[in-house]
């Protein structure tokens, strides 16, 4: 354990005035909880809104109401490189999981992947916008429809992303919100569920009707987790639960034993000043996204980011030259307290519980994530001057590249560029990007 500023990888604090808030709604007071529910819902403009244990709760929620209704369908497509949980959900609800290829440049499906997997059997499609970077959710869509699936937005890392003005998470059949804490907002862990579409809405109302609502053991326990962490997240304490393995901060697993529970109303007293809260950690996080991306092209402009000009930057995922500069990275930010992740240790197919029902899918794209991909924090706590050593960092690793006469071939693309989603919502010319995240936050 090394004491030293240390950065998480992402951070959605939970203000004093929203602990007050649970502490209030965990001695009986549901006023603030009846509020924020209320809040949600004019947000959202749903005629279905609930908060459940956790995102993945709400995804096994949403496929269970799903497949309720279509018993034929069992197969679910997600992307082959996203976060355990994800599959961990899809057989919690008895479902295939089916592995869909991705693109490096956009972290989305590849859509001529896309298109050969869904098939009569197909039940959803899940549109993942990972990092907060929007989803080529009108391409699923009208893939999905077409063979008579559905698509499911899993927004998790991207509440409060818009795309063409319209709420992310709420532009499919039926999406969800990860509560967690390395998400865009926290309550200590948790999920939203949302549908606009009175079919699915009146499924999941059946469905959740037979959901227990969480003890108030657990809502307690969980408001203790995050005065905790309120705490401990701070860069200059935050190397002491870094270094504490047990605690497993930051790994990803496969695991079907969650619960799957409404959320109490203390835990929900949590979100207090959920909107504005939301609205600041991402405004912040696009600004230093973009201060990032403008650094990178000054000192590695071989680096390639990928950053769609409609993202919310949870993280910021950067593309290097190969997986030794990779690991060489996070060896360094390690050292040094960066905050710099791999996000996921592998694809999906790799999942070793997953070994055997999942077989023959071409996750090159995906793979090539693994090899080459860091996300960079761009939370609040990340200070200018580790914006820089993190772009001179990855710039002396180039550097060294060029000087030990390493071939300094990046996917054959020779600048940093910023690269969009094929919405056509960014472009992926040098520099536009840029301006265009610039822009989003004046
Ligand atoms: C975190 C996450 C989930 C699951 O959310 P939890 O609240 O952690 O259960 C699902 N999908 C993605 C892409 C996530 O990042």
Redesign the pocket.
């Known amino acids: 354990m090394k004491v030293q500023t240390t950065l998480p990888p992402t951070a959605a604090p939970i203000p004093a005035a929203a602990l007050a808030a649970g502490l209030r709604g965990l001695l009986g007071a549901s006023g603030d909880a009846a509020t924020i529910r209320r809040e949600l819902q004019t947000w959202l403009q749903a005629d279905y809104v609930d908060l459940v244990s956790?995102?993945?709760?709400a995804?096994a929620i949403i496929l269970g109401a799903l497949a309720s209704a279509a018993p034929k369908r069992r197969r679910v497509i997600i992307p082959a490189y996203?976060?355990y949980?994800?599959p961990s959900a899809v057989v919690k609800a008895g479902l295939d999981v089916v592995p869909c290829d991705v693109d490096p440049l956009t972290l989305d499906f590849r859509p001529d992947v896309l298109e050969r997997l869904v098939d009569q059997q197909t039940l959803a499609v899940l549109a993942?916008h990972?990092f907060g970077n929007p989803s080529a959710i009108d391409r699923a869509v009208t893939v999905a429809h077409a063979r008579g699936a559905l698509v499911i937005e899993?927004a998790?890392?991207a509440m409060g992303a818009e795309s063409n003005g319209r709420v992310i998470g709420t532009i499919g059949d039926v999406g969800f919100f990860?509560?967690?804490r390395?998400?865009n907002l926290s309550c200590g862990?948790?999920?939203v569920i949302v549908s606009r579409q009175p079919k699915v809405s009146e499924l999941l109302g059946r469905f959740a009707a037979s959901l227990e609502t969480e003890s108030w053991t657990t809502a307690a326990q969980v408001w203790a987790e995050s005065f905790v962490t309120s705490v401990l997240i701070h860069p200059g304490v935050y190397w002491l639960p870094a270094g504490l393995p047990f605690l497993g901060l930051g790994e990803t697993k496969f695991y079907t034993d969650f619960p799957v529970t409404r959320m109490a109303d203390a835990r929900v007293s949590l979100l207090a000043g959920w909107r504005s809260r939301l609205e600041e950690d991402n405004r912040i996080r696009r600004g230093h996204a973009a201060e990032l991306i403008q650094l990178l092209r000054q000192h590695a402009p071989e680096s390639q980011v990928v950053m769609g000009a409609n993202s919310i930057g949870l993280r910021l995922p950067v593309l290097l030259k190969d997986r030794a500069m990779k690991q060489a990275l996070l060896r360094i930010g390690s050292e040094r307290g960066l905050g710099i992740s791999q996000a996921y240790p592998g694809t999906i197919p790799d999942v070793k519980e997953l070994q055997g029902r999942v077989s023959g899918v071409a996750d090159a794209g995906a793979r090539a994530v693994v090899e080459r991909m860091v996300t960079l924090p761009t939370h609040r706590y990340v200070t200018r001057a580790q914006r820089l050593a993190i772009a001179e960092s990855i710039g002396q690793l180039y550097a060294e590249g060029r000087r030990q006469g390493v071939a300094n071939d990046v996917g054959g693309l020779g600048t940093t560029r910023t690269v969009g989603k094929a919405s056509g919502a960014a472009s992926s010319k040098p520099g536009d990007g840029v301006a265009k995240v610039g822009a989003l936050h004046g």
């Open positions: 956790s995102g993945k709760a995804l996203t976060c949980s994800v993942t990972l899993d998790a890392q990860s509560l967690g390395g998400k862990g948790g999920g």
